[in-house]
């Protein structure tokens, strides 16, 4: 773990301009084949959450699974890890809105579309999939049952559908999507996770 985690360290480093050869070292020292390119880091929670559950380590099966800060940074980082640069395989997820921009890297770095679409976000397929019971039974087993029930007390939630309340309500405190993008996989409870992110571990 030690070992993927200097790799990002690295690639986080060559994306901002630094040098190639470290992490180019890794990338062979780790046998890397695939590189996953995620938005954020709740995508990465997720991802490894749902390789967890499913018995996989990644890392050990050559595959990379990269948090780049955000969709526009995708044009960087397939090229420095695609056919350009490492010459592993590309993969990834991404919002609906961010799509285009992925369209554009895959295009840029010479790779061929391979990647996932949400239909809004993460959370939002997570939240559809689970239903928001099962969500709101999570945020009350995490003792945020409060903060939760303040935020639906805010005048800009009456009205709203209770599955875009919980969207937002993820995204109201720093940290927060990060810890329930791994929570939210786990209450799945052997369930069939959202079409993008099964589909994305299978083809790995």
Same mark, same amino acid.
């Given at each position: 773990?030690?070992?993927?985690?200097?790799?990002?360290?690295?690639?986080?480093?060559?994306?901002?301009?630094? *040098?190639?050869?470290?992490?180019?070292?890794?990338?062979?020292?780790?046998?890397?084949?695939?590189?996953?390119?995620?938005?954020?880091?709740?995508?990465?929670?997720?991802?490894?959450?749902?390789?967890?559950?499913?018995?996989?380590?990644? *890392?050990?099966?050559?595959?990379?699974?990269?948090?780049?800060?955000?969709?526009?940074?995708?044009?960087?980082?397939?090229?420095?890890?695609?056919?350009?640069?490492?010459?592993?395989?590309?993969?990834?997820?991404?919002?609906?809105?961010?799509?285009?921009?992925?369209?554009?890297?895959?295009?840029?770095?010479?790779?061929?579309?391979?990647?996932?679409?949400?239909?809004?976000?993460?959370?939002?397929?997570?939240?559809?999939?689970?239903?928001?019971?099962?969500?709101?039974?999570?945020?009350?087993?995490?003792?945020?049952?409060?903060?939760?029930?303040?935020?639906?007390?805010?005048?800009?939630?009456?009205?709203?559908?209770?599955?875009?309340?919980?969207?937002?309500?993820?995204?109201?405190?720093?940290?927060?999507?990060?810890?329930?993008?791994?929570?939210?996989?786990? *209450?799945?409870?052997?369930?069939?996770?959202?079409?993008?992110?099964?589909?994305?571990?299978?083809?790995?």
């Amino acid at each position: 773990m030690a070992d993927m985690d200097a790799f990002r360290d690295e690639i986080a480093r060559w994306a901002a301009g630094g *040098a190639e050869d470290t992490a180019a070292e890794l990338a062979a020292g780790l046998g890397l084949r695939t590189a996953v390119l995620l938005e954020g880091p709740s995508d990465l929670a997720a991802v490894q959450a749902l390789a967890a559950r499913e018995d996989r380590d990644l *890392a050990a099966e050559g595959v990379a699974v990269v948090s780049m800060g955000g969709a526009m940074s995708v044009g960087r980082y397939a090229g420095l890890l695609g056919p350009p640069g490492l010459g592993l395989r590309l993969t990834g997820l991404c919002d609906a809105r961010e799509e285009p921009f992925y369209v554009r890297g895959w295009q840029r770095a010479g790779a061929a579309r391979d990647f996932h679409v949400c239909v809004a976000d993460l959370e939002d397929e997570m939240i559809r999939a689970l239903g928001p019971a099962r969500v709101e039974e999570v945020i009350r087993s995490e003792d945020e049952l409060r903060p939760w029930q303040t935020f639906l007390a805010q005048p800009a939630q009456h009205g709203r559908p209770r599955e875009q309340q919980l969207r937002r309500f993820l995204s109201t405190k720093k940290g927060r999507k990060i810890r329930y993008g791994s929570l939210l996989v786990e *209450a799945l409870d052997g369930g069939r996770p959202p079409a993008p992110l099964a589909d994305l571990l299978a083809g790995l």
